[in-house]
């Protein structure tokens, strides 16, 4: 009986297993082949065809092979197919799914062509059944991991693409994605998942390879070792850490990149960036933790290779990012040693760069529209700041960025032997932007200082520098034509550098007499002060300053005038006055008092200094008719108030020295009856020769 029955059994076996080798064979090919297609197209939503050749095989597996397969586009799509495929290749071992173990020996598929497309809200890739009704919203809650989530077995065998296409487009945007090839395997949802592969993303080669402990326990909620690995001429990334347990997914683990060039995988993420130096290489190293909407990098622990570099600059720093706002908002804090933002500055056209005077203020519009991009709260501390030739030490800055508003706050600087605060504002929230620049430095250096902000080198000493200035405009020329506000200076024990007033002041009865600068300037001379200070405004970019006031042992100056910082322009008037003793060329006499009256004028580039003789002509003119009202010969008129003026003194004077015998008597002539005789043209000394002349010739 028992050899009876298993006698029927194994025949059984025999029967089903001939059954399934032969049935595929008697089934006509089209049977299998309109089914599929009917099924395959229901499901999708889309029409699926079966072009090529079908072939169906039940042992060892169920295996189901066709060759130019294809599904259509959604509709409004074109006529191009979705996608397509020269072969795919589908096997499932048939028995282990009776006891709901699915295991796949095989899902290849062979030169696969995806065309992904969006239209404006619509998609090309949205896959289902037609229902006719509207898709309902999606779930808030998201993906949730949870025990029991995988409720049966599964074993990926040899599941690959081979040398797939994928293409992107969205309006103008174009992006493509070939020689793709993909390798899964997973002998189990308990054992791990790996996944390694390569493409070419638009001529640039990458490589892919994901690591994940157990399928199942990702799937579960619980704690599952994690590595994945992108690599490529554009960007190397790693991660090697852990899933955390939980509903979420968050992940804790090492994370480092290295960036060869910025500006290099900008252009290739189509965001192309503005010319100019640095911006290449970025390398990062942290431990990175957190979920999908935020996460933290900390890379501040210098024993564990912590780093962040950017080009030269290296330091440490602590990251949160939160991706739950309407743009990504960052917190964090940044210590670097050194920081050079020279390199990432402007650069001046090629004709301005090779000069050195002040480049014309340029009209090229700048973007803003970066300072929209994220909202940032960052503080750093920067042991030495460099700007250009400008060197500060032990900065401390606090950076706030919200809604296209940046405040930068230097709450601490020290720079050429003094130290002191400053705010930047740019803000870019209305339609024209606008800035402010705030500065309070205190003991500072002038000479270094001056020389490294503006190229200027002629004024030394200590002392302190106030500016609040604020303006508006979509270019630098707008800004500099554009600027209001104050400031103020206060400088003691240096020198002007370029001119010796009391020398001037020595010189000035020549250069009265033939209206040239006197001695006193030049590029080795000097004018010591004990101090230096006054005020100004700013209004539509003139700066005008009305008490400028230096004192020094010898000399006091009094000034007043404008500068055009928009047009680039000089208006200025210096009233250098000898305040001590000092005698004239020739030790002739006392030049206390004397007003040298200078107007600098001209532009940034091309100043020019001279004496102001309309103010001279004015004071001998009104003088002149005042004394010649009053009854004065206008010639002594003249001579008395132009000497008066200058504090010369006008009458002039009689040596008390004896002559030598039988000598006539020398008269001194006094500066200002020699100014007077050049300007009548020494027609007095002609007037007492020409007789002398016609009694000889008679």
Same mark, same amino acid.
């Given at each position: 009986?028992?050899?009876?029955? +298993?006698?029927?059994? /194994?025949?059984?076996?025999?029967?089903?297993?001939?059954?399934?080798?032969?049935?595929?064979?008697?089934?006509?090919?089209?049977?299998?082949?309109?089914?599929?297609?009917?099924?395959?197209?229901?499901?999708?939503?889309? &029409?699926?065809?079966?072009?090529?050749?079908?072939?169906?095989?039940?042992?060892? %597996?169920?295996?189901?092979?066709?060759?130019?397969? #294809?599904?259509?586009?959604?509709?409004?799509?074109?006529?191009?197919?979705?996608?397509?495929?020269?072969?795919?290749?589908?096997?499932?071992? +048939?028995?282990?799914?009776?006891?709901?173990?699915?295991?796949?020996?095989?899902?290849?598929?062979?030169?696969?062509?995806?065309?992904?497309?969006?239209?404006?809200?619509?998609?090309?890739?949205?896959?289902?059944?037609?229902?006719?009704?509207?898709?309902?919203?999606?779930?808030?809650?998201?993906?949730?991991?949870?025990?029991?989530?995988?409720?049966?077995?599964? #074993?990926?065998?040899?599941?690959?693409?081979?040398?797939?296409?994928?293409?992107?487009?969205?309006?103008?945007?174009?992006?493509?994605?070939?020689?793709?090839?993909?390798?899964?395997?997973?002998?189990?949802?308990?054992?791990?998942?790996?996944?390694? @592969?390569?493409?070419?993303?638009?001529?640039?080669?990458?490589?892919?390879?994901?690591?994940?402990?157990?399928?199942?326990?990702?799937?579960?909620?619980?704690?599952?070792?994690?590595?994945?690995?992108?690599?490529?001429?554009?960007?190397?990334?790693?991660?090697?850490?852990?899933?955390?347990?939980?509903?979420?997914?968050?992940?804790?683990?090492?994370?480092?990149?290295?960036?060869?060039?910025?500006?290099?995988?900008?252009? !290739?993420?189509?965001?192309?960036?503005?010319?100019?130096?640095?911006?290449?290489?970025?390398?990062?190293?942290?431990?990175?933790?957190?979920?999908?909407?935020? !996460?933290?990098?900390?890379?501040?622990?210098?024993?564990?290779?912590?780093?962040?570099?950017?080009?030269?600059? %290296?330091?440490?720093?602590?990251?949160?990012?939160?991706?739950?706002?309407?743009?990504?908002?960052?917190?964090?804090?940044?210590?670097?040693?050194?920081?050079?933002?020279?390199?990432?500055?402007? /650069?001046?056209?090629?004709?301005?760069?090779?000069?050195?005077?002040?480049?014309?203020?340029?009209? $090229?519009?700048?973007?803003? %529209?970066?300072?929209?991009?994220?909202?940032?709260? +960052?503080?750093?501390? =920067?042991?030495?700041?460099?700007?250009?030739?400008?060197?500060?030490?032990?900065?401390?800055?606090?950076? &706030?960025?919200?809604?296209?508003?940046?405040?930068?706050?230097?709450?601490?600087?020290?720079?050429?032997?003094?130290?002191?605060?400053?705010? !930047?504002?740019?803000?870019?929230?209305?339609?024209?932007?606008?800035?402010?620049? !705030?500065?309070?430095?205190?003991?500072?250096?002038?000479?270094?200082?001056?020389?490294?902000?503006?190229?200027?080198?002629?004024? #030394?000493?200590?002392?302190?520098?106030?500016?609040?200035?604020?303006?508006?405009?979509?270019?630098?020329?707008?800004?500099?034509?554009?600027?209001?506000?104050?400031?103020?200076?206060?400088?003691?024990?240096?020198?002007?550098?370029?001119?010796?007033?009391?020398?001037?002041?020595?010189?000035?009865?020549?250069?009265?007499?033939?209206?040239?600068?006197?001695?006193?300037?030049?590029?080795? $001379?000097?004018?010591?002060?004990?101090?230096?200070?006054?005020?100004?405004?700013?209004?539509?970019?003139?700066?005008?300053?009305?008490?400028? /006031?230096?004192?020094?042992?010898?000399?006091?100056?009094?000034?007043?005038?404008?500068?055009?910082?928009?047009?680039?322009?000089?208006?200025?008037?210096?009233?250098?006055?000898?305040?001590?003793?000092?005698?004239?060329?020739?030790? $002739?006499?006392?030049?206390?008092?004397?007003?040298?009256?200078?107007?600098?004028?001209?532009?940034?580039?091309?100043?020019?200094?001279?004496?102001?003789?309309?103010?001279?002509?004015?004071?001998?003119?009104?003088?002149?008719?005042?004394?010649?009202? %009053?009854?004065?010969?206008?010639?002594?008129?003249?001579?008395? =108030?132009?000497?008066?003026?200058?504090?010369? @003194?006008?009458? #002039?004077?009689?040596?008390? &020295?004896?002559?030598?015998?039988?000598?006539?008597?020398?008269? $001194?002539?006094?500066?200002? &009856?020699?100014?007077?005789?050049?300007?009548?043209?020494?027609?007095?000394?002609?007037?007492?020769?020409?007789?002398?002349?016609?009694?000889?010739?008679?």
């Amino acid at each position: 009986m028992i050899r009876r029955l +298993l006698t029927f059994l /194994v025949g059984l076996i025999l029967i089903v297993v001939i059954a399934a080798i032969i049935i595929p064979f008697l089934i006509p090919e089209s049977v299998y082949r309109d089914r599929a297609q009917i099924a395959a197209s229901e499901n999708l939503g889309r &029409e699926v065809s079966l072009a090529g050749d079908v072939s169906l095989r039940l042992l060892p %597996s169920v295996q189901i092979q066709a060759r130019n397969v #294809s599904i259509a586009n959604e509709e409004g799509f074109g006529d191009t197919a979705f996608a397509e495929m020269a072969e795919m290749r589908v096997g499932v071992q +048939l028995w282990p799914l009776l006891s709901r173990n699915i295991v796949i020996d095989e899902f290849v598929l062979v030169d696969p062509v995806i065309r992904l497309e969006q239209r404006g809200n619509r998609n090309n890739w949205s896959l289902g059944p037609d229902t006719g009704v509207d898709a309902p919203a999606s779930s808030t809650e998201g993906f949730v991991r949870r025990p029991g989530a995988l409720p049966f077995e599964a #074993s990926l065998g040899d599941i690959r693409i081979e040398n797939g296409f994928i293409s992107y487009i969205n309006g103008a945007e174009a992006r493509e994605i070939e020689g793709l090839d993909l390798d899964i395997h997973m002998p189990g949802l308990d054992d791990p998942l790996d996944i390694t @592969g390569a493409l070419r993303a638009d001529g640039e080669t990458m490589t892919i390879g994901l690591q994940l402990g157990s399928v199942r326990g990702f799937f579960e909620g619980e704690e599952v070792a994690a590595r994945l690995n992108l690599g490529g001429d554009l960007i190397d990334l790693a991660f090697d850490g852990n899933i955390l347990e939980g509903e979420d997914i968050r992940y804790s683990g090492r994370f480092s990149s290295d960036i060869p060039s910025i500006r290099a995988l900008a252009a !290739f993420a189509g965001s192309p960036m503005p010319a100019g130096a640095g911006l290449e290489n970025f390398t990062l190293s942290g431990n990175l933790s957190g979920g999908m909407n935020a !996460f933290t990098l900390d890379a501040s622990n210098n024993s564990r290779n912590d780093h962040i570099r950017l080009d030269d600059i %290296s330091g440490t720093g602590r990251f949160s990012v939160s991706l739950t706002g309407a743009r990504p908002a960052i917190d964090g804090a940044l210590n670097l040693p050194r920081l050079d933002v020279t390199p990432y500055m402007p /650069v001046a056209p090629a004709t301005q760069a090779a000069s050195r005077g002040v480049p014309a203020w340029s009209g $090229e519009r700048f973007d803003m %529209s970066a300072l929209g991009l994220v909202e940032a709260n +960052l503080n750093l501390a =920067v042991g030495e700041l460099t700007v250009q030739d400008i060197e500060i030490s032990d900065a401390a800055l606090d950076v &706030e960025l919200v809604n296209s508003r940046l405040e930068a706050n230097l709450t601490r600087i020290s720079l050429y032997d003094g130290s002191g605060r400053a705010t !930047f504002v740019a803000n870019a929230r209305t339609a024209t932007p606008s800035f402010r620049i !705030f500065a309070d430095l205190q003991s500072i250096s002038a000479l270094p200082l001056l020389d490294a902000v503006a190229g200027f080198d002629r004024l #030394s000493g200590t002392g302190r520098l106030t500016v609040d200035l604020l303006t508006s405009g979509h270019s630098q020329a707008e800004l500099m034509n554009g600027l209001g506000g104050t400031g103020g200076f206060a400088f003691a024990d240096g020198a002007v550098r370029g001119v010796n007033l009391a020398q001037a002041i020595r010189g000035i009865e020549s250069a009265l007499t033939n209206r040239r600068l006197p001695d006193g300037f030049g590029e080795q $001379e000097e004018t010591d002060f004990s101090a230096l200070e006054g005020t100004f405004t700013v209004t539509n970019g003139i700066a005008t300053n009305n008490n400028l /006031v230096m004192l020094s042992p010898l000399v006091r100056v009094d000034g007043a005038g404008t500068i055009g910082i928009g047009q680039q322009t000089l208006n200025y008037r210096l009233r250098p006055r000898a305040v001590a003793s000092i005698e004239g060329q020739g030790g $002739e006499r006392d030049l206390q008092g004397v007003v040298v009256p200078i107007i600098i004028s001209g532009t940034f580039n091309n100043p020019q200094i001279g004496i102001d003789w309309d103010v001279v002509g004015r004071a001998l003119l009104q003088g002149t008719i005042q004394r010649t009202i %009053s009854g004065e010969d206008p010639e002594d008129a003249i001579r008395n =108030v132009l000497g008066n003026a200058l504090g010369l @003194g006008g009458s #002039s004077q009689t040596s008390d &020295e004896t002559t030598p015998e039988g000598e006539p008597p020398v008269e $001194e002539i006094d500066p200002a &009856e020699r100014l007077l005789r050049n300007l009548f043209g020494n027609r007095g000394t002609q007037a007492e020769e020409e007789p002398a002349a016609g009694e000889g010739g008679r």
